[in-house]
């Protein structure tokens, strides 16, 4: 059966009396209890009249229930739609019309997003807004068959125009990048992963979550990242992924010692660029070289540095075992070793498509098969990846990707705006910071301003931190605003 969760559940029964979940402050579940926890939730979903293929919408903080719920999603063949819980009202009426999901499991009311009114859905059911659905304790769910290629997720990643797209995985993708991680990172029965992740992003659910669940190992589960928290913690733990944010602000932990992390096996980032810097003092601090690896939500990971290795601060390693890495030219051509080029992907974990945008797919992929990740990279002789830029202007901030596209969209509608650019600059706690640079029609744009104006309509971590007033903005003989020019002035903004 090619359902990953058969896979998954497989490990679970093996395992059924061993810790899964240690939760702060909550009783800690076995396997057993994950595995009655999802055939609930499995159930419910089945008397509500989901069937496989539906798309089910969740944006809930990250709880043991709600990893459960993902799990269940998983068993029926359910196509699993995950959202930033920062995500408004208003934005989520994008996300609502685009997948169409028979069933949504969050906060938002009915009379919050326009779209949950129309009929949707491919039996023409009106969008549920989580109805509690009595089961007995007798309903079973059989775990439905799936093939490699069948829907398992969407997750929806911000556009260059504005507009989301909704990047598909499929079970084969989690399920080829699941095992591949845990052979690279060489995952031991005796491993318990601190996850202070989310769970609505590919890094904390389709990467650490999986190595910890597929392996049947236990997963300290913690709501969010708090510095104290984790450091409390980190003597259970032997496996942490997390983001730049994580680390810069561990290193200002005064406990944060050799001693207090002898034990760990492997120290894990991605989702952002880790400084050299940050690299460089946490061996300093700690003894352990960070592991960065490279991936996307397309994608999963595509590279890794070295468990058993050198580990060489700015590379995020080698292609996973039966994946490509090129660097290549605008005609997909690879490049010569050393030289600047984009960085395109192929293999197993590669994503089918954008979600009913096949134009911006056949873009994207080419006939080939590889990706175009839209990042710049350099390949060594020996086939180590360096990322050097971005050609598409993201943002990274604390790990999650914002288009300038999309902010700029809503500053100009500001009476207060003439027009404007927004650029990520280097910031010591979030990797990159969002800044606002404007052209003011007259007297000059505050923060505060921006924050009102923007505060129902994107969510928080896509706001400015900084804005700045400028009587023009640079731009080159053919109009287009010079943004490099605008990063290099402002480099230094918060450092």
């Not at 949707?120 to 079973?140: A, I, K, Y």
Request: hydrophobic share 40%; net charge negative; with cysteine.
């Amino acid at each position: 059966m090619s359902n990953f969760y058969a896979e998954l559940a497989l490990s679970f029964e093996g395992s059924a009396q061993r810790p899964a979940l240690l939760l702060n402050g909550q009783p800690d579940w076995s396997y057993a209890d994950l595995l009655d926890r999802v055939r609930l939730a499995a159930a419910e979903l089945d008397a509500f009249g989901a069937v496989a293929g539906d798309r089910v919408m969740v944006q809930l903080p990250k709880s043991p229930e709600n990893l459960a719920l993902y799990l269940a999603c998983l068993q029926l063949g359910l196509v699993y739609v995950p959202l930033n819980t920062a995500y408004t009202a208003s934005e989520l009426d994008y996300f609502v019309s685009d997948a169409e999901p028979v069933l949504y499991v969050g906060t938002q009311t009915r009379e919050d997003v326009p779209s949950a009114k129309l009929r949707l859905g491919n039996r023409g059911s009106v969008l549920e807004f989580m109805v509690p659905v009595q089961v007995s304790d007798d309903h079973t769910v059989a775990i439905v068959e799936r093939r490699p290629d069948d829907l398992a997720a969407i997750l929806y990643t911000s556009g260059t125009t504005g507009r989301s797209k909704g990047a598909m995985l499929s079970h084969g993708n989690l399920a080829s990048n699941a095992r591949s991680l845990s052979e690279q990172w060489g995952w031991e029965t005796s491993d318990v992963l601190l996850n202070a992740l989310p769970i609505f992003h590919v890094h904390g659910l389709f990467i650490a979550s999986h190595c910890a669940l597929l392996n049947a190992t236990p997963m300290i589960f913690l709501e969010k990242f708090d510095a104290e928290q984790v450091m409390a913690w980190l003597p259970q733990a032997t496996v942490m992924m997390g983001v730049p944010t994580f680390y810069t602000r561990l290193l200002m932990n005064t406990q944060l010692t050799p001693a207090a992390t002898a034990h760990m096996r492997v120290f894990i980032c991605g989702s952002a660029p880790l400084t050299e810097q940050t690299f460089g003092e946490w061996e300093e601090k700690t003894g352990h070289r960070i592991l960065e690896r490279y991936g996307m939500s397309e994608t999963i990971i595509n590279t890794s540095n070295p468990l058993n290795g050198e580990r060489i601060a700015g590379t995020v390693g080698y292609a996973l075992p039966g994946q490509q890495v090129r660097v290549a030219n605008e005609t997909g051509e690879p490049v010569t070793s050393g030289e600047v080029g984009m960085i395109e992907v192929a293999g197993p974990n590669v994503f089918p498509g954008y979600w009913r945008m096949p134009e911006k797919t056949a873009e994207e992929i080419r006939p080939d098969g590889f990706f175009i990740t839209g990042d710049l990279g350099v390949l060594s002789a020996d086939g180590r990846l360096s990322i050097v830029g971005r050609s598409k202007d993201l943002v990274i901030s604390g790990g999650y990707n914002v288009y300038p596209k999309e902010v700029e969209m809503v500053l100009d509608e500001m009476p207060e705006v003439a027009e404007s650019a927004v650029i990520g600059v280097p910031h010591p706690d979030f990797g990159e910071a969002v800044v606002a640079v404007v052209v003011p029609t007259a007297g000059e744009v505050t923060i505060d301003a921006i924050d009102r104006a923007l505060g129902e309509q994107l969510a928080r971590f896509k706001q400015p931190k900084h804005v700045i007033n400028v009587d023009e903005l640079p731009r080159n003989t053919m109009g287009k605003v010079q943004k490099n020019v605008l990063r290099q002035a402002h480099s230094a903004l918060f450092t």
